[in-house]
DNA sequence: CGATTTCCCGTGCCCGTTCACGGGTATTTG
DNA sequence: CAAATACCCGTGAACGGGCACGGGAAATCG
């Protein structure tokens, strides 16, 4: 009906229902000064016929600008957001020929101020649709909210918020990640009586923790398959670098032989580098994500693995999917999108991006 | 310079250059008609101005089909090439709304006759471009050959041809995929005295084994991290189900304990069944490609680990370069384009298509 | 030197939608 | 009953490029 050569304009459309193009595109766009008969009979024609609007024809009259805004943590260069950062930067020059336009506004993750005073900026200048990459769950259904009252849609980004009216999320399957992250940490081989668990991160006050899901897949792994290991949390305050070295000292350093060593943010390279001048070689250490400081602690083979998602990849689709809505209405195929994990090594990471 | 509202039309660049849109629409064609002097003054106006045609607008006023022409092996459903071709079909969907049309011819890779059968029929209405995944070293440089003078753009796909006038090729790094198999075969374990290396594949006469270098990396990895490993090449013919039973009862039945075995081309999932069969659960088993077989076998735990490669997005990504190059004349950014390795095992399987 | 050919180039219509504008009825108001 | 007001609806000019057509100027020919 309306595959292959579908020459049914809205000119035939007008014809068959007795009315102007005018018309029909009044009803199309459903912007009123219609009487409902007339509506009937057009939208009873548009069906009959199998028309659909030539989106080139569509675009090219309409030149209206369209804006995406996304909500993103702000981050320093290399850090786990950049890559997310330039999926947005690459999917913005895929969409910029479709008239739209990409912002992200960046807030502080770990200050509320600063996520609200961001979503503030959102709202005063209320954008056609909204990405998001949410830390705090009460601000971000309050923003949501507002967003829905005001009509623009909006997807999750990385994580996703107990809300029901958001159009598509685009993440990682936390906890799974860190099953696959323990599987690969000991798989096969002889495992040490003691793991450690290395948390460098900032306590964000009244915050859950983004890697919480994460950190339970990996134990609940262990407790399957190696119950009578011990693992020990070694908790880092990343303000202060020699911390981070003294703590390790008394932990992961303080011991001969075969150890393990997992980390459940993206900073696994801060213990690649303590390992590396400490001159410490018999450490089997998997981290997250794929940042340049990280690759290059498994090329040098300090980290042994990686657990990674191409999140420029979850961004491209994300917009493209926010483009596809909002451009023919498109609702998003699948809601919940959780993108592939990739296990990098020192083999295979050099064509990772 | 062309970012942002890039507002320059082709009547901009027309009173720019002193001559008519006609003339600057002749020279972005280049279809002749226009004098030296004036088409180097358009030129050099386009780029100074940075004008880039609207999509739409084109599209709309040239309503012309495009058939871009695939050119890949036949299948049964599950087999390798499915996915390719599952690639293809996006692909399709997603530049339908461009006018462009995807069709794909299939050959028997075990026959030449068959290729050049498919050859010919591509040349028989020449399409506005061409995809090949070739097999037949002489006979694709004759097909490309003949494409060329027809002034037909191709690209390969899955293998490359040493010849000089394609356009793009997408593939991955046979060579690397056989070292990183070995790592994942063996890393950090004890590695058996034996290590099984199995062949089912018919034999195409005069052919080169596409999986060679692959091979290749396999055992220069083995040479530099265990010397001492024999390794032993299992041949065996498909044609026969019951000959693959026997044959491996010879080899990798006939032993006991641990023992590694690993496959080079995608049917991993054969061994898998006859490990099965007989209850064999002390091998550790790499293979490579994500079927759907293969992927059972990894739930099962018959086979450890997988090393794939997206070729439904290689393909995508194919048919989006040589879209973009019909459509708006853009070359390809990087001519060989070496796709991602990944890893799969059965923690992160379920999350990869 | 006039006639013909070649080489270039400008003009104008077309593609299918969008949307501002203005006009024509039916209904209400003074 | 004329005038004002709703309420609907048709018209036509964009939007930016593709391309057929035809015509003017220069070069070639007889």
Redesign the pocket.
Known sequence: MNNEGN?V???DVAKAA??????V?RV??NRG??????KEKVLKVIEELG?R??LY??L?????ERLIQCVIPEFQPGEFWSLTEKGLQDAAQLVSRYGIRIETVKYDQYSVESFRNACSKVMDNPPSGVLVAPMYGEETLKFVGRLSEAGVPYMFLDSKIDDDGYLAYFGMPMYQSGYLCADILTGGRDVPEKVYVVRIARDKMGLSDPTAARRAGFMDFMKGHYPDVQIDNVFIDPKDKAAIYTKLDQTVGAEKGKRFVVMFNSRIHLVADYLTDRGIHDCRVVGFDCLEKNIEALRSGTVQALVAQHTDRQAVEAVNSMADYLLMGKSVAKRDNFIQMDILNMYNCDYYL
């Open positions: 020459k304009t809205i000119n007795g009315v102007s193009k005018g018309t595109d199309l766009h000064e219609v009487s409902r008969k007339s028309f609007p030539n024809a569509s090219l009259a309409s030149q209206k």
